[in-house]
Each structure stands twice: as C-alpha cells, then as structure tokens.
C-alpha cells in the first residue's frame, strides 16, 4: 500500500495528461497546470521558508562535531566547530555542497578477531553518501540544461555546461550523461528503500512518491529525447518562450502526449516540493544545529521570548538553613 | 542401514518467535521490569510546582491524566511550535534516508525499530502531522499521520524515556536533525500532563531546595568537604584549604553534586581539591550553588532556568571574578550553551583570567565560566604544576568522551593533554566511538536509574564493546571520564560488560600525579589503595 | 562409529565450518525482526555493530568447541558472550538460548545429502547430545548474568551513596 499507491499517483497523473494530449486539452496542460504549478511553487516556498524564517531559534544548539575554540595553543575545528561567521558559512555550504555530514557514514574501521590477534581493516560503504551525490548533482545539471528551451540564443555558460554533459559523444544526438545518471540515482534509492528492511521500514507513502515522480519525468524525457517519441524540440521551445513572456502561443502545434506527461510530472514536482519533506531543499539552511556558531560562551545568544521563572532564592534558602550553618561555622549573610 | 529413523529437521527444538509488528504506526507497548523508569512522586511535584501529582506506575492502565490531557498536549506542542524554529524545521524536512538509523547506541543493543532516532522523531512527527498539516489532515495515515491517542502517549513516554539525548544521531544527520531537541520537547510536552520519571524529578526538586541534586545540605556538605581533606591529607601529608561561601575568593567553583557523595567521584572531587590548593587560585565553594547539573535539561526550558539561576546568582552575592566548573556532562551543556542566555548577562563577572599562568580564555568572555580541564591543562602547559605519571602506572587508560561535553562544546584535547601528562599508558578507542562519535554510557538523560538496568545494559553495549576491544588488545584496566554521571553509570556497565576495567574521572588521574609543596612520599592512590598496586585486576 | 573428537559428524561439519556458522548466524537471528538482523549480518564494522560482532565470534568459538569435544570450561567461556548480550536483550529465556538447540538443524541441513550413510545417525545422536549438554550450560551461564544484574544494582547504590556508608560506618571494607 505504501508503494503501491504512490505508484499508481504518478501512473494515473500521466494517464490523464496523456488523455489530455490525445483530446487536445493542450491549453490546460501546456498552460494552466504549469503556470498553477509555478505559482503554488512561489508561494509555497516563500510560506515555507517564513514559517521557518520567522520562528525564533531561543538557544544555541549547535551540534559540535570537532575540537572548541579554547586556548591559543590548541588547534580548534574551524568547519565542525566553528567560532566564527565565516566558519558557519563553511560548515553550511560543506553540508550542502557535499553532504559532509551524510559521508561521516562512509568510513569504517572494524576488527577482524578471526585467529587470536585483532586486526583493524578499513572497508568503505559509500553508497549512500554517492547516490545522493549522483542523484542531488544530475538533477541539477538536468535542471540547467533545461534553460536552453527558455532562452534565445543559448547562453555560453549553458553550451559548456551541455559540452561536459555530452562528454560521451556517441553520433547524434549527443548522449547527455546527467540524465541517466538521474534515473540509476533515483532508481537506487528507490531500491534501497525496498529492498533494505531497516529502511523500508521507517519509509512513508510520501517517501516513495516523489521518487516516482522523479523517476517518471527522467523517464518520459529520456524517451523524448533518444527514442521514437522525440518531440519536436521547437515546438516546445517555442512554448517555452511564450510561457516566460506571459504570451503563450495561442495555438501550438501538437507536441505530442509524452510530453504532456513530462509536463504536468513537473509541474507536480514544483507545486509539491514546498509542502513536502522535499522542502529539506530550503530547510538544510536553516538547521539550528548546524547554522550557529559553535563558542557559544564567546558571545551572548539571545533568545526573544526569555521570560523571569519563579526561583528559591540564596534569602529563603540561608533562612531555611541558618542555624545548621552557623553550627558549623559557614559564613551566612544575616546573622 | 540402521532401523532408526531420523526425525526431519522442522521437528527438532522448534522456536516460535514472537511475530513481529509489520509497521509502526499502530502504537504498541509493553512495560516489561528492568526497561522503564519508575514515576515521578508527587512530593517532587509539588516542591516545584508541577502539574498533576499524584501517585501513579507507567504499569497503571490508567496514568490518572487530567480530563483534558489531549488539549493541554496539543496547545503544548502549537505554542512549541511557535517558540521553536528547531521544533518547527526538524518535524518539517525529515527526509526518512536512514543515515540515522543505526547510529543510536539503544538500537544497536536493543534491535527495537522505534530506538532509530527516525522512528523516535516519527512518534511526535505523526502527530504534528495529523494536527497540523493539511496533508495529514486529509489522507490521515497515508501519509504517516496519528491521532494522538492514550496509546500513543505511553509510547512517547517509553521511547522518549529511552533516549539519552546523547545527540550522536544528529552528527550524522545530513540536515543535523537533533533527536536531544525532539526528546526534551516531549518530555516537555509529556510534562504538562504530569507524566515523568522519578529519578528526574527528585534531583529537580532536591536541586531547587538545598542547591544539589543529593540533596545535601551545607553542614553536610561541609563535613563531607573534610573528610575528603582528612583523606588527602593520610595521602599527601598536606592539609589543603576548603573555603565555603567565602567573600572575596576570586573565583566560585561549581561541580556536580555527585562528586560529593558516590565512589568513584568522589575522588575526582578529591583530585579538584589538590589542584585548587596546589595552583594557589583563591576560589570558594558555595553551599547554595552546590550543583552544577542541571536535570531540568530532561525536563523542561523552564526547569533549566529555575535550577541554573543560582549560579550567576551566587557569583554576584559572592563577589567573585569568574566561575570554574568541575567534570561533569550534562552541566556542560547547560552551562555551555543555555546559561548565558537564560540567565545572563554576566556582565558583574570579569572575562575569566588565570591568575597564575595570566591565560584569558577569551573563548568564555561572555559566560564567564569555564571547564577545570581548560584551566588544568592551561597550568600543565605553563609548566605549574609538577607531575608524576609514574604514581598512575598501574593503570592502563582510556578515555571516554562524554556526550555533551563532546557533541555540545568540544572538548576533546584538553582532556587528552592532560591524560599524557599525568599517565604514561594512555591508548584511545577505535576513532568511530570517541570523540564526536562517541557512545553513551546508556544512562544520561535521567535514565541512570538502577530499575532501568537491563535498558542500560543494552544501551550500553556499544561503548562497553569499544572498552573490551581496548582491554583485550592493549590490557586497558581503567576507563576516565569527563561526568559525573559516567562515573557512576559507565562503573556498573564495565561490571557487567568487561569486569575487568575500573572507572575514573579525569582529576582522580591528576591528583594521584600531582607532587604538592612539601608533601611526604605517597604510597597511597586517592583511592587508599597501595600506589600501583590500585589498577591490579580484581577477580570478577 | 563413536562420536569422538575426531568423528564422523566433527569431521564432516569441521570441513564446512564456514557454512555451518553462516546458517547458524542465520538462525540465531530469527528472534530479530528484519530491519535489525539485516543490519547485524551486512555491517561489518564491529564496533558500529557490537551485536554482529559477538554473534559471529561467540558462534564461532562454540562451534569449534564443540566439535573438538572441549570440556565444560572452554564451552561456557565461549557462551558467555552471546549470552551476557541475550541476557540484557528484551526475549523471553526460551527465546535468549534457543540458538544453541539451533545447531542441530543447520548441522542436518548441512549434511542433509550423506545421513544415510551408515552409522550417521548414531554419530549425530552423539553431537546431539553435547549440544543438550551446551544448552545447559548456556542456561547456567544466562542464570549467572541475569543474576549479575540484580547485584550491579545493589552495588551501584551503594557506591551512590559512598560517603554515607564511609561516613555511618568509617572501617568498612572499601567496595571494589
């Protein structure tokens, strides 16, 4: 059920742009749903971001993953301990550009005991830390090729983009490398789900949804672009550039149903990212432990609603033991 | 051929295991002895104002919870939401990647699925979404939402009961979503209904009443102060000072009250007292901020405030310049990252200077506080103290980072320094169980509770595990620790897991080196024992 | 054919030793649900998993014991491991110790295909019985830990409250 109705989701969204495609609903579903979709993006991402945004954060937990800022001989932990701003904004970018804490899961040491004397061996289990590499990093680039379909004439930094991605040049079209590398990516972690027990167990419909939904748009554009479903690139460029001036072309050419499909899967992925635990997108930023500086005894934190708390005082607590005290000859304030 | 037939292997001793639950959203507990601590009695309540005492057993069917329990929960967790972007962000962006999973000392000795700290954050995160979410209001349990049910509550109180917010699963987080902050807030919100522990609450209300969680009073504090001074001075031969509530002493130093009452800190506490008389520092205790632990970390943001209050307070009354702080973990935390800003600021204090080496640890110029490893391995490197490890040989060390200390502050090379300067054998762990990746000793968090035992057993295993390993390969007899709460929890581990290691803190090591001005030839260790004769292996 | 150290089943099984502690590892983890044996058997770091680590070696020694017909001592010095951890884990005893019994199985699984050979059932009714004879043991040893533990904490109260005992009774003997 977990799997299997998150399946049939993205299965029944594609039916029903495909039906829509072959009844030539293509206003609606080359124009309305992306439009509905760019917008319920915006604003989910601006709603999401200032839910968060306008929470305060009261104390300074960061999670110290290396040596404090203490005494000046004492070399400290500059990333995974940072005292300074600069440092923050090096542990973030690490965490977000390379996922440092995820590879903290790589490396292990372990004993073999086999015969009397132990051993240590290293052994690496990188998986994790390199399909999310693989699939955060394809999506990206997949992503910035796209802006070719939104801009006349292609920008320079995109060809050399396009350039590295075709690397593996293999007669016409060009292979770009990105796009398969998405779908292994995805497809991994969608088998890593189902297949390792510990991991299928804490796995929710709303884990595997936008895998599917992810794996369906690499898919259908995959498709579109090596196979007998090729689309008619300046037709949808065409499109494209209608949609950013706000002047869709009124009446398209067909482009036909894989694209639709293609379209309104996206379109999906954008209206559902900012409600969602995909929202971990903006949310890696704003990470109490990993955003704050760490020498918290350096400099004040302050927290907004630090309010007075009922106390027992050092009057009432000497009033309670003042003769015991003066019994045994500790100095009291009031005699 | 023989007659005899051989009966078909599925007849042989056959084994029905208890059938496992498929999934875990229907909440399901048992509360069988030795895995859950027993509740917080009424009079502990009552000292501090809590909400509903009363007399009740987590075994109770009915936990005696006010009519409107699930309401007073609820706006708990809303107004929670508001104050908390922690709360807000770390329910919001889970992603369920697993990178967590195996990372908690409880689930790798326990093999429970709801130790994951995943699963532990989904038991709260099921409710916030089906409360709180448009999502979750809709499609309810399609999308791992759960209504907060009775059920639901005593699983919060297992699980959030078997967590010691050690905050290693949030070293591994790739959003460092921080178990410690979802614990504390649950046991919050659990709090507002009167449900908690024991062995929290009566420390709380000890610690609010006579200054520390032993609930010692200033006489006996006292008299305990000189028995440890008549102790040192059989040892040494030197009578070291013991200034109490003294105006005018230029620094307060706090501990955490165990040191004063249980074996083995206290001679950890006896060591802090050779290296105070011995640095000259003019420093004092107080008998009113006798305890630097603050068990309202395991109950609730106020909690921490009312109970840490006294400190700042009792500097001011004092007159003190700056504040040293003794071996303990959970204080650290507090004193490291919340006092400051609850109590603060510290501005009657002075940025703390070392009068004898003239070091000013800039890195506490605003709390004014700092840890007595700091301010030992400062004196070490200037040369002022005179050492001899030889007197520690007996013993083969390793060094347990204690969580909060570790993954709260970083403290992690001063200890070491000193480690080389007062023994000669010092061998670390394996690298994946120390320092940021150290594992819990299975009994912080309040959970240090002998009925609790067998739970402790198993989240102890990990750490228990990496001591053997060092036991085995290097002969390792003695485990040191930076906390209190280590020193008492981490001496019943090895009791169980390797009989063969004793437990120290890090000052009872340098107590025992440390040669004092004018003292007679030691053939004693703090402990009494002959001098390396102490760390000898006992019969188990 | 006598079941002696050297017989037919120690000297069959001794030569496929590693599948035997494989399929035995197997099934001491049957008490474990999925998402945490799995986690046992594939990570392979023995200090990540503690568990996996003492499985594998405790099985392995009680294996070679009990095919080299070791006498009691060197049996229980190699259940004491797994039973300490199964001790402290959350099963009924039954449960904790079946897996000594379990041997028994994997060892017919193992040697399924050459049973009926003659004299092989008196040789395995022969391992049988020092396997029965392990499991008792492993209950001596799971009664010991389990015991163990009342007494830590009966200890671990008294070092709590040290100062009071040194204090109320200034001679008694220091605990150790």
């Given at each position: 059920m977990t799997v299997v109705a998150p399946l049939l989701g993205v299965l029944a969204l594609a039916a029903v742009s495909a039906v829509g495609a072959w009844i030539g609903l293509t206003t609606l579903f080359c124009v309305v749903i992306p439009y509905a979709a760019i917008l319920v993006f915006l604003v989910g991402v601006i709603w999401r971001v200032l839910s968060w945004a306008r929470r305060?954060?009261?104390?300074?937990i960061t999670t110290t993953c290396g040596q404090q800022y203490s005494l000046p001989w004492i070399q400290s932990s500059t990333l995974e301990n940072p005292h300074t701003r600069l440092g923050v904004v090096g542990r973030v970018l690490l965490e977000v550009l390379l996922f440092r804490s995820l590879f903290r899961n790589v490396k292990h040491e372990f004993v073999s005991r086999e015969n009397a004397a132990p051993r240590l061996a290293y052994k690496a289990s990188p998986w994790l830390w390199l399909g999310a590499l693989a699939f955060h990093y394809s999506f990206l680039v997949v992503f910035v090729r796209h802006y070719r379909f939104f801009s006349e004439p292609t920008p320079r930094v995109l060809q050399i983009v396009e350039m590295l991605d075709g690397f593996f040049q293999i007669g016409s079209p060009t292979i770009f490398v990105s796009g398969f590398v998405l779908l292994a990516a995805a497809a991994f972690l969608l088998l890593r789900r189902l297949l390792l027990p510990q991991v299928r167990y804490i796995s929710l419909t709303t884990d595997y949804f936008p895998l599917f939904l992810v794996i369906g748009i690499a898919l259908t554009g995959v498709l579109m672009r090596y196979t007998a479903f090729r689309t008619d690139t300046a037709a949808v460029k065409n499109l494209c550039i209608g949609l950013m001036q706000f002047k869709p072309p009124a009446a398209t050419e067909p482009i036909g149903a894989i694209f639709f499909v293609h379209l309104t899967l996206v379109s999906c992925l954008f209206a559902y990212l900012p409600y969602s635990k995909l929202s971990h997108m903006m949310g890696v930023w704003l990470s109490p432990t990993r955003n704050l500086i760490g020498a918290s005894r350096m400099r004040r934190h302050i927290n907004p609603w630090n309010y007075p708390v009922a106390v027992h005082t050092y009057e009432e607590y000497e009033d309670e033991w003042r003769d015991k005290m003066k019994a045994a000859g500790i100095p009291v304030d009031k005699e | 051929m023989p007659d005899i037939q051989l009966p078909p292997p599925e007849e042989l001793a056959k084994v029905s295991f208890q059938p496992r639950p498929q999934?875990?959203?229907?909440p399901q507990v048992e509360f069988r002895p030795g895995t859950w601590s027993y509740a917080g009695k009424p009079k502990a309540l009552e000292t501090v104002g809590m909400p509903n005492p009363r007399e009740w057993s987590p075994t109770d069917a009915d936990w005696k919870l006010p009519a409107n329990w699930k309401e007073v929960i609820l706006q708990g967790l809303r107004e929670r939401l508001d104050k908390y972007r922690s709360l807000k962000v770390f329910l919001d962006i889970?992603?369920?990647?697993?990178?967590?999973?195996?990372?908690?000392h409880f689930f790798i000795g326990s093999g429970d699925p709801k130790n994951m700290p995943v699963l532990r954050a989904e038991l709260l995160r099921s409710v916030y979404r089906n409360d709180f979410t448009l999502a979750g209001k809709l499609l309810g349990q399609m999308v791992g939402a759960r209504e907060l049910t009775m059920d639901v509550v005593k699983e919060w109180f297992y699980y959030f009961y078997q967590c010691t917010e050690c905050r290693r699963c949030s070293v591994f987080c790739p959003y460092g979503i921080d178990q410690a902050e979802l614990t504390m807030l649950g046991r919050e919100l659990l709090n507002l209904v009167g449900i908690n522990i024991n062995w929290v609450m009566e420390p709380v209300a000890k610690c609010y009443m006579t200054g520390n969680h032993m609930g010692i009073p200033p006489h006996a504090l006292k008299d305990n102060l000189e028995f440890f001074a008549d102790d040192i001075e059989n040892i040494t031969g030197i009578r070291v000072d013991i200034p109490i509530n003294k105006k005018g002493a230029d620094v307060l130093f706090v501990i955490p009250s165990g040191d004063v009452m249980a074996d083995p800190g206290i001679y950890t506490l006896m060591g802090y007292m050779m290296v105070l008389h011995e640095s000259g520092l003019n420093y004092t205790w107080s008998t009113y901020a006798s305890e630097g632990g603050n068990f309202g970390l395991f109950t609730s943001h106020e909690m921490i405030k009312r109970l840490n209050a006294k400190i700042y307070a009792e500097a001011r009354r004092l007159g003190v310049k700056w504040i040293l702080g003794g071996e303990c973990g959970h204080m650290w935390r507090v004193l490291h990252q919340y006092m400051d800003t609850l109590n603060g600021p510290a501005d009657f204090l002075e940025v703390p200077v070392s009068p004898i080496t003239g070091t000013r640890f800039e890195h506490a110029r605003s709390t004014k506080m700092i840890h007595i490893a700091e301010f030992t391995a400062d004196l070490i490197y200037h040369g002022k103290l005179k050492l001899d490890p030889s007197r520690n040989n007996a013993y083969k060390v390793t060094f347990h980072d204690s969580c909060n200390p570790a993954r709260s502050m970083g403290l992690f090379e001063e200890p070491r320094y000193i480690l080389r300067n007062v023994c000669n054998h010092f061998y670390e762990m394996p690298e994946n169980t120390i320092r940021e990746q150290t594992f819990c000793c299975g009994g912080g968090a309040g959970l240090g509770?002998?009925?609790?035992m067998e739970m402790r057993m198993r989240g102890g295993l990990p750490r228990g595990n990496a001591v053997r390993f060092v036991h085995e390969r290097y002969g390792v007899n003695l485990l040191t620790a930076m906390c209190a709460i280590d020193r008492a929890v981490l001496t019943t581990l090895m009791e169980y897991w390797v009989p063969e290691v004793k437990v120290s803190g890090l000052h009872e090591l340098v107590g025992n080196a440390l040669v004092m001005t004018g003292e007679k030839e030691r053939e004693l260790n703090l402990r009494s024992e002959p001098l390396n004769e102490g760390g000898e292996e006992t019969s188990d | 054919m006598n079941a002696e150290p050297g017989g037919w089943v120690e000297r069959e099984v001794r030569a496929r030793a590693d599948t035997v502690c494989r399929r035995w590892l197997d099934a001491a983890l049957a008490v474990y649900g999925d998402e945490y044996s799995r986690r046992v058997k594939d990570q392979p770091d023995s200090f990540a998993n503690p568990v996996g680590m003492i499985l594998r070696e405790g099985l392995s020694a009680l294996f070679a014991a009990l095919v080299d017909g070791a006498e009691g001592e060197r049996c229980r010095a190699a259940l004491l491991p797994i039973v300490r951890l199964r001790a402290v884990q959350d099963m009924p005893p039954s449960q904790a110790l079946a897996f000594v019994a379990q041997l028994k199985q994997v060892v017919r699984e193992v040697l399924h295909d050459r049973l009926g050979q003659s004299g092989a059932v008196e040789a395995l009714a022969a391992f049988d019985a020092r396997i029965d004879q392990a499991t008792l043991w492993a209950f001596d040893v799971y009664a010991e830990c389990r015991e163990r533990i009342c007494e830590l904490r009966i200890r671990e109260m008294k070092r709590n409250t040290a100062m009071l005992w040194k204090r109320m009774i200034p001679d008694a003997e220091p605990m150790r």
């Open positions: 305060p954060t009261p104390f300074n | 999934g875990w959203m229907d889970c992603v369920r990647c697993g990178a967590c999973a195996d990372k908690c509770n002998d009925e609790n | -």
